[in-house]
């Protein structure tokens, strides 16, 4: 890198203390009218600019919120965070606001890199994704008064009536409540359910929101509800072998709403297979791969989800508000309601183990 | 935000100047042992920190990198950047660097956030992507002495021989041509090639891949060759449409070979849509979606490609050096080789106009 000039450099110029230089930048109102024409002449001369870094320190905002980056995933459901990300950089971008991204392997990690930044005041808050039951990342950062808020709200059980930090979440309840809806409406009567197995709240509300449809719609409750359902990892394999189970049971069901768009692509596969192509299947967050292939799916609002989280970091207007000051005027948090995006498939089915005709394996890896 | 205490808390309860300060954090040597205790339990007792930020100023090194994000792209294609970014970020980070964003809505506006962000002094260096012919944002960063890489080569003839900046890139000419050589592999006579129509060396390099293949191994050339061949906007619907075009043509391909992941799915729609289920298809860039649907593709490797990206900026042991400095014996570009990854379908077809009874159109929006 190129040497920039610095203070000291004005200052030798001019003839002047680094103080004085300093005074004319920060306190020009003590500064005599002589000695300021002298620095000004050798700011110029020299092309000083005084850093960005060294007016922060002064005014203690770094513009700028801290992000950890995900870890890559391969799922086709795994870009959500990305959109989330680009939506944050976005809205964050129209209030000044810049997003640091950085790495962490595990909680304790990123907890560290929490303390790093906080002591260098690089960023003036956080914005954290995937949180868990009991992270302590939340836990050091209220410990610690630093502003924070979560996209996904805090695994518990009073988390709407008293959240004890800012939040914004998307109603897994209402997209998949919304999702079997619409499939009772096509004519469906019994709506299976292909969901996450990892007990998180997501897992839960999602549930929840296909049970209580199916219970009010179709009067089913119990076993009978219970059989229709089926809690998996994330994936298109896993959903083609989980809807696999489902349509093999004596009474399986005539319609499936899944947690994501990688289950219902596997779903979608396996009714295909097994001659079923007119099975409908709903996914959930309305990525790229839905549009693609004509499937239904539930779209998170994630604009409205970024817009959000910054109101509860720096306010409506884009003024500064502590996050972590809770009243019951001044709510932190927001639950945002999904919208269903139906549509119709034309153009994806299976022809049984047919096969594309691609050389061997010799150029297989 | 809570007050953190700032070097003047510390001049006042250690009833010295700022100077003396500033001396016991940057220059101890010369400071007498009593003031050194004095100014070291007014630290303590107030918890102060010297900013990150006013070591950066003295240092002049942010350990930051600026990258603008795209805008998000719709296409199957379009996380391709969301990968390298992950890959570039977990790459900087083995070397204490952060990557810093920011959005920009035109290569003018572009400009003006390199400059403030130069001023600064917010970054190191950029990593640029999406470059184009006679981009003035390298231009800029050029003509500034900023140091820079971009992921793509400058569009121009010379670039390899004579690069006029660092840049990465995948072999786009290497990649279509091990995807039509793999298709002649398998028995195909006649490869089509679905590219793009914008006139990048991205799709110039792609079509010569395909094109010098079929010219080598089957023997085609000029018009031959060139009705085999469509240029269209990247999307599954244009994919779609071009290969239904090709496959009605009276010397159809028996192979197709395309430019991005979302044209193959296009093209195996269209094929499936004809009744040519067997026909081959090989995608470019291997995205989540082609690991899904069992779509051979072309791989690039982000990581190698962010990892060279960073070599050319700072050296290959984690050094600065300048990314400018060019010489014979420190070549300040990459071309890097992508991977075919081959696949058997055996899920994706068409059941024509079958279509998924979901409810009407009330639902939809």
């Known amino acids: 890198m190129r040497q920039l000039p610095t203070v000291e450099d004005v200052a030798r110029i001019a003839g002047v203390s680094r103080q004085t230089v300093s005074n004319v930048l920060n306190s020009p109102a003590i500064v005599k009218p002589e000695t300021m ?10 092309g000083y600019r005084p850093h960005a870094s060294a007016r922060r320190l002064r005014t203690r905002k770094s513009s ?3 992000v950890r980056l995900d870890p890559m995933s391969n799922g086709i459901s795994g870009s959500l965070l990305d959109r989330f990300l680009h939506a944050l950089t976005e809205r964050a971008a129209e209030r000044g606001l810049r997003i640091l991204l950085f790495t962490a392997r595990t909680p304790e990690h990123e907890i560290e890199e929490f303390r790093r930044l906080r002591d260098g005041s690089d960023v003036d808050a956080f914005v954290l994704t995937s949180t868990f039951r009991q992270d302590p990342r939340t836990a050091w950062l209220l410990e610690n008064d630093v502003p924070f808020v979560t996209f996904g709200r805090p695994s518990g059980d009073d988390d709407l009536g008293e959240p004890i930090h800012p939040w914004v979440d998307v109603d897994g309840f209402s997209g998949s409540n919304q ?33 209580s449809a199916s219970a009010e719609r ?25 809807a696999t189970t489902l349509l093999a049971s004596p ?6 709403v899944c947690a994501s768009d990688s289950l219902a692509l596997g779903a ?4 295909a297979g097994l001659g079923r192509n007119a099975l409908p299947v709903i996914g959930y967050d309305n990525t790229p791969v839905a549009a693609a292939v004509g499937l239904s799916s539930i779209d998170q609002p994630l604009d409205l989800v970024a817009q959000s989280a910054l ?29 269903l995006v139906a549509r119709r498939s034309t153009e994806l089915a299976s022809v049984e183990n047919s096969g594309f005709p691609l050389a061997g394996n010799h150029h297989e890896r």
């Not at 179709?218 to 989980?242: K, Y």
């Not at 009474?251 to 499936?256: G, L, N, R, S, T």
């Open 64 to 66: 700028t919120i801290g």
């Open 218 to 242: 179709l009067g089913l409750a119990g076993r009978d509800l219970a059989i229709l359902a089926l809690a998996t990892e994330d994936g298109v394999p896993q959903g083609n072998a989980a």
């Open 179 to 211: 999702a079997t809806n619409h499939a009772i409406d096509g004519g469906a009567t019994r709506v299976g359910y292909l969901g996450f197995d990892d007990g998180t709240t997501t897992a839960l509300e999602r549930r929840a929101g296909w049970a």
């Open 268 to 271: 979608m596969m396996a009714a």
């Open 37 to 46: 024409t002298r620095v000004k002449a050798a700011i110029e001369q020299l």
């Open 251 to 256: 009474a399986p069901p005539d319609a499936i």
């Open 311 to 339: 109101e509860l970091l720096f306010g409506e207007t884009g003024s500064t508000v502590a996050a972590h000051v809770h009243s019951a005027a001044d709510p932190i948090h927001r639950l945002l309601t999904p919208t």
